[in-house]
């Protein structure tokens, strides 16, 4: 029971962690899509 402070620490900086990856995943994801969508409409436009 001596571990159980250091074993929750690890899981929240799991947690954070595995969190901050998919937000920047989806962050990354959204970026690509608009620059896509951006690129097609002048094209389009053109």
């Known amino acids: 029971m001596i571990h159980g402070s250091m074993s929750l ?15 920047v995943v989806l962050l990354s994801l959204y970026a690509i899509i608009t ?5 097609f409409s002048r094209k389009e436009d053109k």
Request: aromatic share 10%; net charge positive; no cysteine.
């Open 9 to 23: 620490g690890v899981a929240g900086i799991v947690s954070l962690v595995s969190m901050a990856v998919v937000f």
């Open 35 to 39: 620059a896509f969508g951006k690129v």
